[in-house]
C-alpha cells in the first residue's frame, strides 16, 4: 500500500497571502490529522476530519482551516499568512474511527513565509 | 486543559547503554499513549503504544510503562545503537478524540 503523501513538500509564500496544503491517505483510511511542527513547540494538532467532517479542533486561530472530499483526501488552508506560520505541516492518517487508532504520517510540508 | 510533558528535552548515551523519557498527562481519562521516532528529515513513525488497560508492554530493546495513579509513562530503550539517535515524541489521547503531544527529546547516541 502506498504511503501518506504530501503536495507539495516545499513552499515559500509571503505575508498575507493565503495557501492550500494537499494529503492524500493510506488507501482504505477515512481519518485524517493534520499538526504544526515547529522546533520549540513540537507537534500541534490543528484539526481531525473522518468522513468528509470536522471531528476535533486544536487552538489555532480561524485562519487555519481544513476539508475533507468524499475520497477522503484532504487539504489545509491558511488565509493571511504571518512569519511565524513558517513550519512543517504534517497530516497523518488512521484505518479507524477513533484517534487512538495508529497514526501513519505524511513526509510533510515546509512552509516559509517570508 | 489538555497537557503532556516531556523530560528530558536533549539525552545523550553511550552506546551499548540504556535511555530513558518520560511523559507525564494533565488528563485522567487518557487511555491511549504512542511514541513516535522521528530522524532528521523524516516523518515521525509509532514505535511502540500502551493502553490504559496495560502497565508494561515490550517490542525487543523498547518498552514502555505506564503508571494511572501517578499520570506519568516511560520509554526505556535498552542496548542502544547509533541509529537510535532521533528525536522522540510522546503523546496522549484526550477524551478518546485527538492526541496531543509532548515536546520531544532529542536522543544522542555516542559511538
Known amino acids: 500500500k502506498a504511503g501518506v503523501t504530501q503536495t507539495p513538500r516545499y513552499l515559500i509564500k509571503t505575508r498575507g497571502q493565503q495557501v492550500t496544503l494537499s494529503c492524500s491517505p493510506i488507501?482504505?483510511?477515512?481519518?485524517v490529522s493534520w499538526y504544526q511542527q515547529t522546533p520549540g513547540q513540537g507537534l500541534q494538532f490543528l484539526f481531525e476530519y473522518f468522513s468528509e467532517t470536522q471531528r476535533n479542533k486544536g487552538n489555532f486561530p480561524g485562519r487555519f482551516s481544513g476539508r475533507q472530499f468524499s475520497n477522503s483526501r484532504s487539504e489545509m488552508n491558511v488565509s493571511t499568512l504571518e512569519l511565524g506560520d513558517s513550519a512543517l505541516y504534517l497530516c497523518?492518517?488512521?484505518?479507524?474511527?477513533?484517534?487512538?487508532?495508529?497514526?501513519?504520517f505524511g513526509p510533510g510540508t515546509r512552509l516559509l513565509v517570508l | 486543559g489538555e497537557n503532556v510533558e516531556q523530560h528530558p528535552s536533549t539525552l545523550s548515551v553511550q552506546e551499548g547503554d540504556s535511555a530513558v523519557i518520560k511523559c507525564t498527562y494533565s488528563d485522567s481519562a487518557s487511555n491511549y499513549f504512542p511514541w513516535y521516532k522521528q530522524e532528521l528529515g523524516k516523518r515521525p513513525q509509532l514505535i511502540i503504544d500502551i493502553r490504559s488497560n496495560v502497565g508494561e508492554k515490550k517490542d525487543q530493546r523498547i518498552a514502555v510503562t505506564l503508571n494511572k495513579t501517578a499520570k506519568h509513562f516511560s520509554l526505556h530503550i535498552t542496548e542502544t545503537q547509533p541509529e537510535d539517535s532521533a528525536v522522540y515524541f510522546c503523546?496522549?489521547?484526550?477524551?478518546?478524540?485527538?492526541?496531543?503531544f509532548g515536546t520531544g527529546t532529542r536522543l544522542t547516541i555516542i559511538p
Open positions: 488507501s482504505g483510511h477515512r481519518s
Open positions: 497523518a492518517s488512521s484505518a479507524g474511527d477513533r484517534l487512538k487508532e495508529t497514526q501513519y
Open positions: 503523546a496522549a489521547s484526550f477524551g478518546n478524540e485527538k492526541l496531543t
